[in-house]
């Protein structure tokens, strides 16, 4: 793990970075849809769930064995939140992460 924040991570499409509180409406408008929460871990995804996710995440960073970091995936152009990425540094090999990525239809 590095000492370093996290800093966004941009590409020429897309950015990821530390989700928003005010990512909360635009990430709640896809979770909740049936079609996308078909192969997640929750049947449903309400604002109260996604406050708390944001919450529970914010302060999280990449790479710390044992811990899940919530990234926002924004699209470059529009700067629209239209996905998530979840990084899960798994406990015992630093080297090693688990990557849940959410996207909006």
Aim: include cysteine; hydrophobic fraction near 40%; proline fraction near 10%.
């Amino acid at each position: 793990m590095s000492d370093l924040p996290f800093k966004p991570l941009p590409t020429p499409r897309l950015r990821l970075r530390r989700l928003d509180p005010e990512d909360a409406e635009a990430l709640c408008a896809y979770r909740k849809l049936p079609e996308v929460s078909q192969y997640q871990s929750w049947e449903s995804f309400g604002l109260a769930d996604v406050r708390r996710l944001i919450a529970d995440t914010s302060a999280s960073e990449p790479g710390v064995p044992g811990t899940w970091a919530q990234l926002g995936i924004i699209e470059s152009a529009s700067g629209n939140l239209i996905g998530d990425c979840g990084v899960h540094a798994m406990p015992g090999d630093e080297r090693l992460l688990e990557l849940g990525i959410t996207l909006a239809p």
